[in-house]
């Protein structure tokens, strides 16, 4: 009989809660942010110089924004997720 190591556990790479959140917090701002209109639809070969500003001032009103990103890569929807940051 020859030994086996264990397997190593690896972090989550998707995480269900952002952090300094519960996950009853998350649940409800998810919750709340199906229900908002977008404040823009950003398409396939769009430009979006305005959009940074858009977001920002959406923030000033209310602690939830959506953007609406359909027509665009999963691969454009990080870029613009760090440009947010």
């Given at each position: 009989m020859l030994w086996?190591?264990?397997p190593p556990v690896y972090p989550r790479l998707i995480q269900q809660v952002p952090?300094?959140?519960t996950?009853?917090?998350a649940t409800e701002m998810r919750q709340k942010g199906r229900t908002l209109p977008p404040i823009c639809k950003l398409g396939?070969?769009?430009v979006y110089f305005q959009l940074v500003n858009?977001?920002?001032e959406a923030f000033e009103e209310c602690e939830l924004v959506?953007?609406?990103c359909q027509g665009l890569n999963k691969?454009?929807?990080r870029k613009i997720g760090a440009k947010l940051r």
């Open positions: 086996k190591p264990v952090e300094g959140l996950l009853k917090e396939k070969n769009g858009n977001v920002r959506r953007v609406n691969s454009d929807y």
